[in-house]
């Protein structure tokens, strides 16, 4: 048996290679930096009316944390469309055409694979993300921030992509339909995202309601946007992840013994 790392990279580099081969890595970077892009735009000419009305009105103007606060918030829906995208074929395609069953028969371990696929959608989107840093290097030349905070807010999007990739890449595991595991995962997505309200809605208090708090997404990624790193938070986002990629080697697992 290969070395399980030597077979992960391998499976990862193949992935990767694979995924910008096609238009659809292209078209990736071109819808998250788009809509981040307009989202930015947006928030700014706001931004800026409010800091020039500020004075007028007797308040105190906006600072530019705060502007980046929306923005990161905002980043949430965007991966709502585009990490369905990037996981939709990672074990779907290859359950259609088989091409499956030559992995699990080869004398590899099923964990190996899933770090693998794993590891390609992760450097992709760590690509895209880092891409759209060029508004942090435009805002730190034209503005004042803390980019203390920003580098907070940029490592919270990446913890949760990490952990929406694992989801993502579960729900692939599962069907053959690429179609499928693009509207599933992003409804379980959506559903994670607006945990938090209906936690307040529908639990009517009590233990229940902390429990579906602390799994919604939102509060773990308003503290890192804010500029706060707890251990909570990050084990919260490393738990998770693992959780789902335990699930896809389990999938993996029970099919190769069929």
Known sequence: MRPSFA???TIARRDFVSFFSSPK?????FFFLIFMG????SFLESFINMQQRAPAMGGHAP???QLFRALFNNTHFILLLIIPAVTMASFAEENKSHSIRLLL?????PISIVLGKYLAALMVMSLVLLSSMVIVLFTAKYGNPDIGVLLSGYLGLLFLISTQLAIGIWISSMTKNQFLAFMFTML???LLLILNWIAQTLSGGGMMEDLLMYLAFWGHLENMVKGLITVKDVAYFVC???VFLFFTNVVLDSRRWR
Do not use: N
Request: aromatic share 24%; charged share 10%.
């Open 63 to 65: 600072q530019l944390e």
């Open 38 to 41: 307009f989202f930015f735009h």
């Open 7 to 9: 077979v992960t990279w």
């Open 105 to 109: 028969t080869a004398p590899i371990r």
């Open 25 to 29: 890595g292209m078209a990736i970077f």
């Open 188 to 190: 379980v997505l959506f």
């Open 240 to 242: 998770l992840t693992s």
